[in-house]
């Protein structure tokens, strides 16, 4: 899935001759990202990083954005611009600085209905791609400064956003993750059963991994009320009784398929019981129990 953070770091840089002014200075900025990059990635490989470095070119463009905001307030660039900033400032650890520019972001991108990326000329609008990215940015930045209130809200936005995801492992990570912050937030605020509510319909999702934070966090969760032989015993017989609804799944409508436990509904992400025979569909049951990392960890 293409992202459209990592948007700045994907863009070759243009040749200057022939561009407007504006062009070419951003091509300049990205020139200096570019370089940038390269640089952490050989660093990365050698006995130590020079982080002082690294922090001083990270400073080095931030300004250079800045400059560019300042110079070319109408340039068909700015939007590019008010992103690289935003996220220059992300990792710069400068948090509320990062805060303020990606809500400017934001709030320029819904004055800009028709705005477009200036290099393959397609519209933002034209997906959630990009509200749902920057809703989760502001709420990683929100939970890092302990807003677990408005972490929450900013995480509702995104939801409200969804984006199609076309890989399979890439769609269960991004529902694994969203929960995990979810329950984060939930967990600072000593709002037990609303963890439950988050991460036990994603308990069965087969590709996450059993140490993964949010499988982890689902038994630790748990464990305080359940020893683990009594969770594994409640988790297999949920998977005595199949059931379906109409649903969404990745954007798109589908019949989908669950099974409860703990009084919730738990996604099994497989649309192939319809014509089933019961003897199949047991067998089916069984193989989605035994790959759950979560029954993986109840069973250690």
């Given at each position: 899935?293409?992202s459209?953070?990592?948007?700045?770091?994907l863009?070759?840089?243009?040749?200057a001759?022939?561009?407007?002014?504006?062009?070419a200075?951003?091509?300049?900025?990205?020139?200096?990202?570019?370089?940038?990059l390269n640089k952490i990635?050989?660093?990365?490989?050698?006995?130590?990083?020079?982080?002082?470095?690294?922090?001083?070119?990270?400073?080095?463009?931030?300004l250079?954005?800045?400059?560019f905001?300042?110079?070319?307030?109408?340039s068909?660039y700015?939007?590019?611009a008010?992103?690289?900033?935003?996220?220059k400032?992300?990792?710069?650890?400068q948090?509320?600085?990062?805060k303020?520019?990606?809500?400017?972001?934001?709030?320029?991108f819904?004055?800009?209905?028709?705005?477009?990326?200036?290099?393959?000329?397609?519209?933002?609008?034209?997906?959630n791609?990009?509200l749902y990215?920057?809703?989760?940015k502001?709420?990683?930045l929100?939970?890092?400064?302990?807003?677990?209130?408005?972490a929450?809200?900013y995480?509702?936005?995104?939801q409200?956003?969804?984006?199609?995801?076309?890989c399979?492992?890439?769609?269960?990570?991004e529902?694994?993750?969203i929960?995990?912050?979810?329950?984060?937030?939930y967990?600072?605020?000593?709002?037990?059963e609303?963890?439950?509510?988050?991460?036990?319909?994603?308990?069965?999702i087969?590709?996450?991994?059993?140490?993964?934070?949010?499988?982890?966090?689902?038994?630790e969760?748990?464990?305080?009320?359940?020893?683990?032989?009594?969770?594994?015993?409640?988790?297999?017989?949920?998977?005595?009784?199949?059931?379906s609804?109409?649903?969404?799944?990745?954007?798109?409508?589908?019949t989908?398929?669950?099974?409860?436990?703990?009084?919730?509904?738990?996604?099994?992400?497989?649309?192939?019981?319809?014509n089933?025979?019961?003897?199949?569909?047991?067998?089916?049951?069984?193989?989605?129990l035994?790959?759950?990392?979560?029954?993986?960890?109840?069973?250690?």
């Open positions: 899935m293409k459209i953070f990592s948007l700045l770091l863009l070759c840089f243009f040749v001759f022939g561009q407007k002014e504006d062009s200075a951003i091509s300049k900025i990205f020139k200096i990202e570019d370089s940038l990635i050989s660093e990365t490989d050698s006995t130590s990083i020079n982080s002082k470095s690294i922090i001083h070119i990270q400073n080095e463009i931030l250079k954005y800045n400059q905001i300042a110079a070319y307030p109408n068909e700015l939007f590019t008010f992103l690289g900033k935003a996220s400032e992300q990792s710069l650890k948090f509320n600085r990062a303020i520019s990606y809500l400017e972001l934001l709030n320029y819904k004055q800009n209905k028709n705005l477009k990326d200036p290099f393959v000329r397609i519209p933002y609008s034209e997906d791609q990009f990215e920057l809703y989760k502001l709420a990683y929100e939970m890092i400064q302990k807003n677990y209130r408005e929450i809200q995480l509702n936005l995104a409200n956003n969804p984006v199609r995801i076309s399979g492992n890439g769609l269960f990570s529902i694994a993750y929960a995990y912050l979810y329950s984060e937030c967990s600072n605020l000593h709002e037990y609303k963890i439950y509510d988050v991460l036990i319909p994603i308990a069965a087969p590709m996450v991994h059993e140490n993964s934070p949010t499988v982890t966090m689902l038994y969760t748990l464990s305080k009320k359940y020893t683990k032989k009594e969770l594994k015993k409640l988790f297999k017989e949920s998977f005595k009784t199949l059931y609804k109409q649903g969404v799944i990745n954007t798109i409508e589908n989908i398929y669950y099974v409860k436990f703990m009084d919730r509904d738990v996604i099994l992400y497989d649309l192939n019981f319809k089933l025979s019961k003897r199949d569909t047991k067998k089916r049951l069984n193989k989605i035994h790959f759950s990392k979560f029954y993986t960890l109840l069973s250690k």
